[in-house]
């Protein structure tokens, strides 16, 4: 039986170009460094071929080492400073826009919901790594 999935959408906006966003994003030694939903996670290692038909990979961990996993799909769309989408190892697929607003970028992200967790526990798991992010570009 397949299920209908529903797609949620989160934003940001982060006061720096689209171009130091996009490597912030994107480079692994940075994604380490903002990926994770609060303080007691953290990402210790990333690996990133952003290219269509690359595949990225990034292992997220509890700190005190009860649970861990690897978040990772294949790209199947890629825009320098503009677009990245690609499919979850899962089949799930993901969207992330990076629009230029005067010196500012605006980085809306659009996923599939999984079936396991309610949707506003996704949402706001995937709207608190989006808000790190913004803090770690934005302090750096």
Same mark, same amino acid.
């Given at each position: 039986?397949e299920t209908?999935?529903?797609?949620i959408?989160?934003?940001t906006? *982060?006061?720096a170009?689209?171009e130091k966003v996009?490597k912030?994003?994107s480079?692994?030694?940075h994604?380490?460094k903002?990926?994770?939903a609060s303080?007691?996670?953290h990402?210790?290692?990333?690996?990133n071929?952003l290219? *269509?038909?690359?595949?990225f990979?990034?292992?997220m961990?509890?700190?005190?080492?009860s649970?861990?996993?690897?978040f990772?799909?294949?790209?199947d769309?890629?825009?320098?400073?503009?677009?990245?989408?690609y499919?979850l190892g899962d089949?799930?697929? *993901?969207?992330?826009t990076f629009?230029a607003?005067?010196?500012?970028?605006k980085?809306?992200?659009?996923?599939?919901?999984e079936?396991t967790?309610p949707i506003?526990?996704?949402?706001?798991g995937?709207?608190?790594i989006l808000?790190?992010?913004?803090?770690?570009?934005?302090?750096n």
């Open positions: 039986m209908a999935s529903k797609s959408t989160i934003e906006t *982060v006061k170009l689209p996009w912030f994003w480079l692994p030694e994604i380490t903002w990926n994770n303080d007691d996670w990402t210790p290692r990333a690996e071929d290219r *269509v038909g690359g595949k990979s990034a292992r961990e509890a700190k005190d080492g649970f861990g996993f690897d990772g799909g294949v790209y769309e890629v825009k320098n400073n503009q677009l990245i989408a499919t089949g799930r697929k *993901v969207k992330i629009s607003i005067g010196n500012d970028t980085v809306t992200e659009t996923f599939d919901a079936n967790n506003e526990m996704q949402k706001n995937w709207q608190a808000n790190n992010f913004k803090k770690y570009v934005e302090a």
